[in-house]
């Protein structure tokens, strides 16, 4: 098999860095400035962009920590962490989404220069610091994240990819059968295209699942996406799906998460999500696998 040459190169989108990671097969780029955010991800071979964007196009801006999730760019994956849905938790307010998608991250300019996208960001509410590291392996996109606690207590947290996901005709939802068992025969999981009605939106949980990978592959095409990530440190799934009924738009999110509810206080208090002890650190990976395997 033919090695692939990863290029890593820097660009500019109104007015914004973006930080380019490609090769033969797979063309993924983020801004750093705007949470990190992943705006594309493009699988070379078939020339299928993945990520959704507003029908207006990709509209980039910067927003403030209060300001609600639907007046982002709403432009590809965004991390959300220490909480989806707005909520109190320990005496502090989190926002809507939690507090890392509007807050500009810090590149590190040593791991770019030899093609890996490592960044990091301290959170102004929560007393952590979060860090991502992305690298790209033939058409394996390889994240890991590892998140240092700065208090001297115990802190719960949420964590959540969150990719806004392009659907075309003839996609399908590929799920391990014990996952398709613990959503108990959602309608919507087996045709995501057409299962929820117009202008209808729907958000459904499978945990704890035991095989942690979840895809979308359009056989008329030869297009798939697939999650891939180790159940035993997030043994949860989220999926969101709206058919025009949030806002009006048309896109589904797979969602590896450590949590059944998209509230802290929610899942905290009843001890479904994540745990760091005082002064000391954890982390996860995950992997984006972008069209067939060869």
Request: aromatic letters at 8%; glycine letters at 8%; a negative charge.
């Amino acid at each position: 098999m033919k090695a692939l040459t990863n290029q890593s190169r820097m660009r500019w989108l109104q007015g914004f860095a973006v930080h380019v990671l490609a090769n033969e097969e797979v063309e993924l780029a983020v801004v750093p400035e705007l949470g990190a955010k992943i705006i594309s991800l493009k699988d070379l071979r078939t020339g299928r962009e993945w990520l959704w964007h507003p029908p207006d196009g990709a509209r980039l801006f910067k927003n403030d920590l209060r300001d609600d999730f639907s007046a982002s760019p709403l432009v590809g994956i965004d991390e959300c962490f220490p909480t989806i849905e707005p909520c109190f938790w320990q005496g502090r307010e989190l926002p809507d989404h939690g507090e890392i998608w509007s807050m500009p991250w810090q590149l590190d300019a040593e791991a770019w220069e030899n093609g890996i996208l490592k960044t990091r960001v301290r959170l102004r509410v929560s007393p952590f610091e979060f860090e991502r590291t992305i690298e790209l392996r033939g058409n394996n996109v390889f994240i890991s994240y590892k998140l240092h606690n700065l208090s001297t207590n115990e802190e719960s947290f949420l964590w959540a990819m969150h990719p806004l996901l392009r659907l075309e005709a003839g996609d399908q939802l590929e799920l391990p059968d014990s996952t398709r068992e613990l959503l108990n025969g959602e309608a919507w999981v087996d045709a995501v295209t057409s299962a929820i009605p117009d202008q209808s939106c729907a958000k459904i949980f499978a945990r704890p699942v035991n095989e942690g990978w979840a895809a979308i592959h359009n056989r008329d095409k030869g297009d798939r996406l697939a999650f891939v990530w180790d159940s035993a440190e997030n043994n949860t799934l989220g999926l969101w799906l709206t058919r025009g009924g949030w806002h009006g738009h048309h896109h589904l999110a797979i969602e590896p998460t450590n949590a059944d509810d998209d509230s802290l206080a929610v899942t905290a208090a009843r001890k479904h999500c994540g745990t760091v002890a005082g002064k000391s650190s954890t982390g996860w990976q995950l992997c984006i696998r972008v069209g067939l395997s060869a």
